[in-house]
């Protein structure tokens, strides 16, 4: 048996059926095969691209092959109505759209099983991991948390029924759309094939015979051949990536390779519901980081991690405006309280902390932290981010967000296909920079202290030790040790004759110079230009991030943990 649990943390599925338009309010309910089926098709596509296309059509051929039955938990029907613009010539007209969606508990799962089938380790592995990356189901708005069960508790009352069967004494039929299973699709596909080359054909014998032109000997060229054969899908993954809008431009009223089967639905489905959820003081601890892929067809290098934090950040202050009933930004994000002054907890709002684990030294993921933790709100806003993505008049290449997930730093530590383990968010005594670090503070020498090299060296050592000291005492989680931590730091590398501290990017050595180390808009407390890295040796091991210094909250400062776990 196969069991998989769908819950929507946003309590809000949005879908509509193929076929129906987005204003006639209708929802799909339950979810259709085929949009599950497309939606791991997508995360393999966005997420794991490492995996081999024979296994995808292997797992999605098999989940294929057999109609699933459903749980559906207590829900209601929403919906919201908005007026979009309409550009016509010179008048803008705007028109209004309806957004149905079904309203249900973030804690009742929608359960999907296949009873009849059962997967091969291999593939367990590969649908876990997809389910586990799937960010959202439906529509950008609709959040979920996909996951496969070992087994599953709930009755499965939701099912297909033949044609022509009826109904059960209180139940309707609900058309559902599923894949077609691969024998059927390859009976349906030789079929359609000989039906598209006979009307080909034809067509080219009329073209001629209207000329006045011989029509002997007329057949398809090569390029006939291969339109034909592309506009048909051979199996089931490739059915599954079928355009949409295409399909309905072409005509199609219904997806090649896809069947619409009649599942029964209680007549009560949309019955209002007992809203079930907990207030804060109850619930589980607040997620404190939000982690997202970055893609771009030129994506910054990690040098210019200023830059692309500040951009982060101008964007999540928006995505929340946009988000709150208050119309106002939320302190988590912008940092200042609503008399527009800093928070006293300086380091309590959100760190944007960009790493590269990539060949070429850029930006391969964003990390959001903040100690404080987000609220609803907050990982709203996170969804409208990676809808939006990152669009800027100075920049001609847009950024895509893509969420990986939210959650604590331990969440991130196992690592995924689409992501290493992080390393910025691992548990480890050891740390080393792997952005410079700049001061936020001008560091006093005395005059003996100038008198050569070696006392300078000295004195600057004592002065940056200090300065480490008192940041790591800003923070909450580290302050305890703030003055037991070993701090050394890294001036020289022996390798190839390089003097400058810095760190590996893409395999090249980087010194720190290299590096934006400036804001060129907004204000933060520097000393100089000068930056520098550290080597941190804590007592007992400790989880991260940890960020220091001047741009701390746009990735400047930041530690990675040379030994995990140790």
């Known amino acids: 048996m196969i069991v998989v649990s769908l819950k929507f943390p946003t309590r809000k599925f949005h879908a509509t059926p193929w076929g129906r338009q987005v204003n006639e309010g209708v929802v799909e309910w339950p979810p259709s095969p085929w949009r599950l089926l497309r939606a791991l098709v997508a995360v393999w596509h966005h997420k794991f691209p490492d995996v081999p296309e024979s296994e995808m059509e292997d797992l999605v051929t098999l989940l294929a092959s057999s109609p699933p039955r459903f749980h559906l938990p207590p829900a209601s029907q929403g919906h919201t109505r908005h007026y979009m613009p309409i550009n016509e010539g010179s008048n803008e007209k705007r028109t209004k759209v309806f957004d149905t969606f079904v309203a249900l508990c973030e804690d009742d799962p929608v359960i999907v099983t296949w009873p009849e089938l059962e997967l091969t380790s291999e593939q367990k592995k590969l649908l876990e991991n997809l389910l586990s990356a799937m960010s959202y189901f439906g529509r950008a708005e609709s959040w979920v948390e996909a996951e496969l069960l ?44 000989n039906q598209l080359r006979e009307r080909k054909l034809n ?19 090569k390029k006939d051949e291969l339109v034909i054969q592309e506009a048909i ?38 019955a209002s519901f007992t809203n079930r959820r907990k207030p804060d003081s109850s619930r589980k601890k607040r997620p404190t980081v939000a982690q997202f892929l970055v893609s771009s067809p030129v994506r910054p290098r ?80 996170f969804a409208r981010l990676a809808k939006r993505g990152l669009i800027s008049n100075e920049d001609p290449h847009d950024i895509q967000m893509i969420l990986v997930g939210i959650g604590q730093p331990t969440d991130f530590q196992r690592g995924s296909l689409q992501l290493p383990s992080s390393r910025t968010l691992a548990t480890s005594r050891h740390w080393i920079s792997r952005t410079p670090y700049v001061p936020t503070r001008h560091m006093k020498f005395k005059q003996a202290d100038r008198e050569n090299a070696v006392t300078r060296h000295r004195s600057l050592v004592r002065e940056l030790q200090k300065l480490i000291r008192w940041e790591l005492k800003q923070r909450d989680h580290l302050a305890h040790l703030a003055d037991e931590v070993m701090i050394h730091l890294l001036i020289d590398q022996p390798l190839s004759g390089l003097k400058e501290a810095g760190t590996y990017l893409g395999g090249q050595w980087t010194p720190w110079l290299k590096f934006q180390l400036y804001r060129r808009s907004g204000g933060g407390q520097r000393s100089s230009g000068a930056c520098y890295g550290f080597r941190l040796t804590f007592p ?26 140790e």
């Not at 119309?327 to 709002?349: C, P, Y």
């Open 150 to 193: 070992n087994e599953c508790s709930i009755e499965t009352d939701i099912y297909h029924l033949k044609l022509g069967e009826p109904a059960p004494e209180g139940f309707e039929l609900i058309k559902t759309l599923l894949p077609t299973p691969a024998e059927e699709l390859a009976a349906w596909h030789a079929t359609t094939l």
């Open 540 to 565: 007992e091991p400790v989880t991260g991030p940890i960020a220091l210094g001047y741009g701390c909250h746009y990735g400047l400062g930041l530690f990675s943990a040379e030994r995990v776990g």
């Open 203 to 221: 067509d080219l014998i009329q073209a001629a015979y209207a000329k006045g032109k011989p029509t002997e000997g007329i057949k398809l060229s």
């Open 233 to 270: 899908p051979a199996s089931v993954l490739g059915a599954l990536h079928a355009d949409t809008s295409e399909l309905r431009k072409a005509g199609w009223n219904q997806p090649p390779g896809s069947q619409s089967l009649n599942y029964i639905r209680p007549f009560h489905a949309f």
């Open 302 to 381: 990690l040098t210019d991690t200023l830059t692309l934090g500040n951009r982060i950040r101008k964007a999540l202050m928006c995505c929340s405006k946009k988000i709150r009933q208050d119309d106002n930004t939320s302190i988590v994000f912008s940092g200042k309280g609503e008399d527009g002054k800093r928070l006293k907890e300086s380091h309590a709002h959100a760190h944007i902390l960009c790493e590269s684990n990539d060949k070429f030294g850029r930006i391969t993921h964003a990390t959001i932290f903040a100690p404080k933790g987000f609220d609803h709100e907050d990982e709203l806003a």
